[in-house]
């Protein structure tokens, strides 16, 4: 198993930025270059939405963040960061970092489902 954990969370003002990471400890769980990883969030009385993924380099965003999150990783799949600006208050949300073995940027960032190790969460609150 995976241990995934993020760290970052908090309150901010709209326009603010906010940055997650995201420590994972993958060299047990077949983790390596071609393991998608990913931020998903969810808001209260809403289902899980993909943010961000990435896998060598290849990135995907949902619609609704491009242009404003950055997602990035470092190290031989060590840490994950996603990098928020210009927040807004749908923003807001519990924040997770996620690893998908067999799956693609695309779909894992469509289908939370088809990533298998979650991190706990943390939470992101904008506030006007």
């Known amino acids: 198993e995976a241990t995934i954990m993020e760290f970052g969370g908090g309150s901010v003002q709209v326009g603010g930025s906010l940055r997650l990471s995201c420590a994972m400890s993958p060299f047990d769980a077949g983790i390596d270059a071609n393991t998608c990883l990913g931020w998903f969030r969810q808001a209260p009385g809403k289902g899980r939405e993909g943010v961000a993924t990435i896998r060598r380099g290849n990135t995907e965003y949902a619609e609704s963040v491009k242009g404003r999150f950055t997602i990035s990783e470092e190290g031989a799949k060590n840490t994950l960061y996603l990098q928020m600006s210009n927040l807004k208050p749908e923003d807001s949300g519990v924040y997770y970092c996620?690893?998908?073995?067999?799956?693609?940027?695309?779909?894992?960032?469509?289908?939370?489902?088809?990533?298998?190790?979650w991190g706990k969460g943390v939470t992101v609150t904008v506030s006007s």
């Open positions: 996620a690893a998908g073995r067999n799956t693609s940027p695309h779909a894992g960032l469509h289908v939370p489902g088809n990533m298998d190790y």
